[in-house]
């Protein structure tokens, strides 16, 4: 499992376009039949990806990182399949998951084991896991039983549904908050107004984004602003201090989850719009 270190905003601000890279950008996480995990300092929170092609991807790592027997003993996971049709096989119980479904897996499972249906159309399961203080079931959501909100406007090129899966409202989990944005055809910005929530990190995973098209991610201090370039199918780390905002090329969908001291995914402080540099 790959390590990132948290970050200090002043020591960020003097990163150039390697470094920043190097930090906070995510560039592989659906190699076929591997699991690819990063582990951030950012809440401790873990991106990873499990794309089973040929054969079935388990859940597992250098325990010695973590300090554990398995990996969710002191953990919660929360996956969203963006790929074909797949299951999830928890402690012997399948969970069949179709593309922009949810699975959230609670701490003290001891084996999860992820599942592609057709070898031609591969599941890929993005993973977000934090840990966890508390037990709570493992559970499923699809974007119907997701709490919605329709957010933004086509004259300002950000209109697009949020979905709430694991959040305070919605599947229950000690501290993981995760959902996804699904941007309307024609609209390219997300998460403008931008706002920051130095009560908890963010981690954005950018999908269904046409091969040449790129997403302008948004991160820094709301003064201090630099830019990350984002393809199809990669996720950035937003430290607690850091906006996190983006416009695309072209439309796109993105996953965030966001790990810290409460659940309460309204609780953001907004940027003003004069205040951005
Ligand atoms: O489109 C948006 O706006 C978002 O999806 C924002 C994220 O959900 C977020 O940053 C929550 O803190
Ligand atoms: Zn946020």
């Given at each position: 499992m790959e390590r990132r270190y948290a970050s200090h905003p002043n020591e960020a601000k003097q990163f150039d376009t390697e470094r920043l890279r190097e930090e906070f950008h995510i560039p592989t996480l659906f190699t076929p039949d591997k699991l690819e995990l990063v582990l951030s300092h950012e809440d401790r929170l873990i991106v990873g990806g499990a794309n089973p092609v040929h054969q079935?991807?388990?859940?597992?790592?250098?325990?010695?990182?973590?300090?554990v027997s398995f990996f969710l003993e002191r953990r919660e996971l929360g996956i969203i399949n963006i790929g074909g049709a797949g299951s999830v096989t928890v402690d012997g119980t399948n969970y069949e998951l179709e593309n922009k479904e949810c699975l959230f897996v609670g701490m003290g499972s001891k084996e999860v084991i992820f599942n592609s249906k057709d070898a031609a159309n591969p599941a890929k399961f993005y993973l977000?896991?934090?840990?966890?203080?508390?037990?709570?079931?493992?559970?499923?959501?699809?974007?119907?039983?997701?709490?919605?909100?329709?957010?933004?406007?086509?004259?300002?090129s950000n209109e697009r549904t949020i979905y709430r899966f694991i959040h305070e409202n919605g599947i229950q989990s000690a501290q993981l908050v995760m959902g996804m944005t699904l941007l309307?055809?024609?609209?390219?910005?997300?998460?403008m107004p931008a706002h920051v929530h130095p009560r908890r990190?963010?981690?954005y995973l950018y999908f269904d984004l046409p091969e040449d098209a790129v997403v302008v991610h948004l991160m820094g201090e709301p003064t201090e602003t630099r830019h990350i370039i984002m393809r199809n199918e990669e996720a950035v780390i937003s430290p607690s201090w850091s906006v996190h905002s983006g416009v695309g090329t072209s439309n796109y969908t993105f996953i965030w989850g966001m790990a810290g001291d409460n659940k309460i995914y309204s609780d953001m402080d907004p940027v003003d719009m004069k205040e951005l540099k």
């Open positions: 079935a991807v388990k859940l597992e790592t250098d325990l010695k990182e973590l300090g977000n896991s934090a840990p966890a203080h508390k037990e709570f079931p493992t559970a499923k959501a699809t974007l119907a039983d997701a709490e919605s909100a329709d957010l933004g406007s086509i004259t300002n309307k055809p024609g609209n390219m910005w997300n998460t990190m963010e981690a």
